[in-house]
Nanobody, 127 residues
Framework: QVQLVESGGGLVQAGGSLRLSCADS????????MGWFRQAPGKEREFLAA????????NYADSVKGRFTISRDNAKNTVYLQMNSLKPEDTAVYYC????????????????????WGQGTQVTVSS
């Protein structure tokens, strides 16, 4: 069973940075393809980025391209989301997700593509 745990969220001023981490207590993250999503109050869960288990082929949503970077350290069974130049509209609960599948950008952006989800970590960006 994959149990994902996100960490690294918090309160930051606009223009600041945060790095989110996602790990699995079962030490299996290294064998899964991973994605990051976020959900703001009253809005649908939104795709941010995805990365293949090999570390290659990262995909990004247009809304975060150039500001957010997804990466992974398979030796540490951890996936990261580096977030720079944060804006108040980035305020949301951030989730990581895992899947054995892989596909094009149209697939990895879908919440139904993923089998396992973390509980989320709150990111609040003040103006």
């Amino acid at each position: 069973q994959v149990q994902l745990v996100e960490s690294g969220g918090g309160l930051v001023q606009a223009g600041g940075s945060l790095r989110l981490s996602c790990a699995d207590s079962g030490r299996t993250v290294s064998t899964y393809n991973m994605g990051w999503f976020r959900q703001a109050p009253g809005k649908e869960r939104e795709f941010l980025a995805a990365i293949h288990w090999t570390g290659g082929v990262p995909n990004y949503a247009d809304s975060v391209k150039g500001r957010f970077t997804i990466s992974r350290d398979n030796a540490k069974n951890t996936v990261y989301l580096q977030m720079n130049s944060l804006k108040p509209e980035d305020t949301a609960v951030y989730y990581c997700a895992a899947t054995r599948s892989w596909g094009g950008i149209s697939a990895v952006t879908m919440t139904t593509f993923y089998n396992y989800w973390g509980q989320g970590t709150q990111v609040t960006v003040s103006s």
